[in-house]
């Protein structure tokens, strides 16, 4: 199967934003609207800046 779940992370706000993606190990980082993140980078949370958006493809462990 090839199951995918992505998380879109959106901060609308003028202040920074931690997000935390509970009860998985870690995601993969897709895209940034910034674009100055390394793509491709593993992340078990992440600080979203002002105005700033985010992909992240959820990892599930019994697949990696």
Do not use: K, Q
Request: glycine fraction near 4%; hydrophobic fraction near 40%; charged fraction near 25%.
């Amino acid at each position: 199967s090839s199951d995918l779940t992505i998380v879109v992370a959106l901060n609308f706000g003028p202040h920074e934003r931690e997000i935390i993606l509970a009860d998985r190990n870690a995601g993969r980082l897709l895209l940034s609207t910034h674009l100055d993140r390394e793509p491709d980078a593993h992340v078990s949370s992440l600080i979203l800046r002002p105005y700033e958006g985010c992909m992240v493809e959820l990892v599930d462990p019994l697949r990696e």
